[in-house]
């Protein structure tokens, strides 16, 4: 067993704010990872994919425009609460539909890393 305790907020190569996390770096972790991130008033993450992993994210305060699909022609709406499964390699942006408050969620994968890959001809 092993506590994770809130972190400093620190920036993630995807352009988003991490927090703290279960990760095979701070707990051990074989094949899960746990965080807690953070898109900025106004903001949206650079586009990328997770190469090796499904994601689970839930929304814990604010709502996002997550955009996805081959030229990111796809989107929904995440509100407060809700649940939103990403598959591997399926490329994404997050962006934060408010210009005063952030937007806060927990993603949970099944691998113990980041797994993030930015996609540059995605925009």
Request: aromatic letters at 6%; proline letters at 9%.
């Amino acid at each position: 067993m092993r506590v994770v305790r809130p972190a400093p907020d620190h920036e993630v190569p995807r352009g988003v704010i991490a927090g703290a996390e279960v990760s095979h770096e701070t707990a051990g972790a074989d094949n899960l990872f746990m965080g807690i991130f953070r898109v900025p008033p106004g903001a949206q993450s650079r586009p990328h994919y997770h190469a090796n992993c499904e994601s689970a994210c839930y929304m814990v305060s604010g709502s996002m425009e997550i955009r996805w699909g081959e030229r990111l022609e796809e989107s929904v709406r995440l509100d407060v609460g809700d649940l939103l499964y990403v598959p591997p390699h399926e490329t994404h942006v997050l962006r934060n539909l408010s210009d005063t408050e952030p937007a806060e969620y927990v993603v949970a994968r099944n691998s113990p890393t980041e797994d993030s890959v930015e996609v540059p001809w995605a925009q």
